[in-house]
């Protein structure tokens, strides 16, 4: 198992810790779903450990008792994709896939997911066009969709002032007291974020690692100096946190959300505007399964203004707009974190995967071995 796999892990533990745990809300009654009668039919779908609960909840059991098909989750981690590729012709392992860029856009390439038929997916116009501005959904492989956002948190006790931007990473006080996510697709980011603070142009980070990510890189190598260490999963980051052993840093949204209420006094975090990145996942559907019309229901079904609603209820982001301001509504802090309004449903972005996708393994070299072991 190589580092990406593990950094990965610990996000995907995270978020399936996070929403499995219930949520700011607590949990929400089982929408009814609506659709054709697939009796006898049988659809094995692949979530993230940790989620298994939340959709057998809000997800499986509803849709068996409406459409008659038997709904099979197969909870894991990283091996949706190598399931697949030694599945029978014909006899794939999943029906229906959740999983996200990293994994996903190398996979569609390669040809191991299908094009969705969207007229049997009528919910996605529900959803904040943002969401499905990328490759994924214009060529049809997938509906994609934001999850955790990059958070800016801090120990109160150590801070003379709350922060409110990237750009207080830059403060003289807290060089040598940060700590940063160790995967490269969130932290290098950070810096972008850092450094379009210092250049005076904060919002440009996304641009500026499209554009030119050596200085982004280069950056990070002059500053790395100011990370006293390198987080491996959220937990481990909160715990650190709320023992003082670093003083600010970025974290998962999904963590700090799910932060213990009486932890408050001790530990803040923010969700800048200016720069704001999600990550992204998706729904994508095997080439060769025979049930992708059933796939394509349950699809559907998922993107309904209830189940968004109950998701977003224990923790989730959703891109469904009326689930968004209804959710937001009710709780400031997911309001804080979550786009809900149209401009910020507008400006959304996920993480620059593609601009990461131009020169992965190069990037990953550099940042393992002149950022990660020199700091």
Known sequence: MNSHDVNRRGFLKTVGAALGAGGLLGGCSSPTPRGSDFSGRTLTVFVYSGLDKIFEDLFAKPLEAKTGATVVLDPGWEDSIAKLKTSPKGQPAFDLVLTDATQGYPAIKSGMFRQIDFNKVPNHKALAPGALDNWVAKERYGVTFHESAMTLAWNRKQMGRPLTGWGDLMRDDLRGKIALYEWFYMSLYTFACMKAAADKKPGTAHQMLTDDIGSVLDFAKRERDRVRFWWPTGPKMLQDLLQGNFAAGNA???????????????????????????????????????????????????LTKDVQAAMAERGAGTSHVEAAREVAKENAVWAQTY?????QFRTMKYFPYEAYFKDWDQIKKTWEQEILRKS
């Open 252 to 302: 998962h949204s999904v963590t700090m959300l799910q932060m213990p209420k009486d932890k408050i006094d001790t530990v803040g975090f923010t969700t800048p505007e200016a720069d704001r990145a999600f990550v992204q996942l998706m729904w994508v559907i095997p080439a060769d399964t025979p049930n992708a019309d059933l796939a394509e229901a349950a699809i559907d079904f998922l």
């Open 339 to 343: 786009p809900s309004t149209d401009e």
